[in-house]
């Protein structure tokens, strides 16, 4: 028999309720006069026994936020009739990086029979420090990617490297400590490149190359990621400041995000990418990406 797994979520747009990929569904559960209800889309009793389970048996709405609406509190979760929760990774990996975003979730909650595993409470939400981005929501053409990214998410194959770039993103987003969070993304960026050598211009010549569309666009990228390594170096090594701008983190980030989008989408075609940028030229766009 299948367990009920809960994931509640954080920075995700009330419009994506009744998405759902692999088994998994959004639903909405609500807050009204201090007692717990479930909209119209908890139709199954064991889905709707289950959530109630979890809620009387500990103070979530205490703990788990609410979207800002006060006057109709609520909050979004993903549930699966599973024993096996380990397909949701790949899953949060995929809108962790399709675009900008809130989005967090917290570790599955499991209830077997009715009752609360142990070992399914609550944990800490991964996500923080990202309110100045939107809430997720997916677009008609987002939702027909999703399944694509997946299924190369999924891939037996899938390069290693990827996966190290994709838990350095995670553990971005989940850090509370903007410096921490903004050398790890700074970090997914130097694992493009080999060596040590002209590093910062390798650098910014070398994710200037996969993500520009066009010279220009690949120009401006690459005085972004010089300004963003200088920003990075006097912060480590030299000691000039003790704060990074608003802007630098913001482009970390937003780099970082398309850099492992991008390798997700050409994870077939790695093998020699090094190399291929090195010897494409800026508005070449090698791999063609569009993330």
């Known amino acids: 028999m299948n367990d009920m797994i809960i994931i509640p979520l954080c920075g995700v747009d009330e419009s994506m309720v009744g998405f759902s990929i692999n088994g998994w569904e959004i ?54 009739e599973t024993n096996d929760t380990t397909d949701f990774e790949p899953i949060m990996d995929v809108l962790r990086v399709i675009k900008p975003s809130q989005f967090g979730c917290w570790h599955p909650i499991v209830i077997r029979d009715g009752i609360l595993l142990p070992n399914g409470r609550h944990q800490s939400c991964m ?48 850090t509370s400590n903007l410096y921490l969070s ?7 960026l130097e694992m493009l490149i080999g060596g040590n050598a002209e590093l910062s211009y390798r650098l910014k010549r070398t994710v200037a190359v996969l993500l520009g569309h066009n010279r220009e666009e690949s120009e401006r990228i690459a005085k972004n990621i010089n300004a963003i390594y200088k920003e ?9 400041t003790d704060k990074i701008s608003e802007d630098m983190m ?25 190399t291929t940028l090195e010897q494409a030229g800026y508005g070449e766009n090698p791999y063609h990406v569009t993330m």
């Open 182 to 188: 903004f050398i790890m993304r700074v970090t997914i």
């Open 27 to 80: 639903k909405k559960v609500q807050q009204s006069n201090k007692e717990h209800t479930i909209d119209d889309g908890l139709t199954d009793e064991k889905l709707y026994n289950s959530v109630h389970s979890w809620l009387e048996m500990e103070d979530s709405f205490s703990i788990i936020p609410f979207t800002n609406d006060r006057d109709n509190p609520y909050y979004l979760i993903f549930v699966k």
């Open 127 to 174: 996500t923080s420090a990202m309110h100045i981005y939107p809430l997720l929501s997916l677009s008609s053409q987002e939702r027909t990617q999703i399944p694509q990214l997946l299924q190369m998410r999924m891939d037996e194959q899938f390069p290693p490297i990827v996966k190290r770039m994709l838990l350095f993103f995670h553990e971005s987003c989940r």
């Open 250 to 274: 913001q482009l970390a980030y937003e780099y970082s995000r398309r850099v492992v989008a991008s390798l997700v989408c050409i994870a077939d075609k790695l093998d020699n990418i090094r």
């Open 232 to 240: 990075r170096s006097n912060f480590l090594h030299n000691g000039d």
